[in-house]
Nanobody
């Protein structure tokens, strides 16, 4: 059974940084994309960033480009999201996801974590 567990969320002031981590288990993830999505209160879940198995291909939402960095450690089956220059509008529950195909649409991803809350105060 595939399991994704996020960690690293919390409360931070605007302009600060947080590092989210996601540990994956339950199968072999060779060839799988890993990604991050977020859902703010009252809004739909949206794409944040994704990374290919090799790490060569990385994609970011325009709203986080230049501030967030996604990385992965295949030996440990983990994916990280370094978030810098945080803004109040980054406040959301952040979800880790994995799938063979990747992409920016929620429905393209098969496996999901339960999320970790990030709150950015102004």
């Amino acid at each position: 059974q595939v399991q994704l567990v996020e960690s690293g969320g919390g409360l931070v002031q605007a302009g600060g940084s947080l590092r989210l981590s996601c540990a994956a288990s339950g199968r072999t993830f060779a060839g799988y994309f890993m990604g991050w999505f977020r859902q703010a209160p009252g809004k739909e879940r949206e794409f944040v960033a994704a990374i290919s198995w090799s790490g060569i291909s990385r994609d970011y939402a325009d709203s986080v480009k230049g501030r967030f960095t996604i990385s992965r450690d295949n030996a440990k089956n983990t994916v990280n999201l370094q978030m810098n220059s945080l803004k109040p509008e980054d406040t959301a529950v952040y979800y880790c996801a994995t799938d063979r195909g990747g992409g920016r649409t929620v429905t393209a991803w098969t496996y999901w974590g339960k999320g970790t809350l990030v709150t950015v105060s102004s």
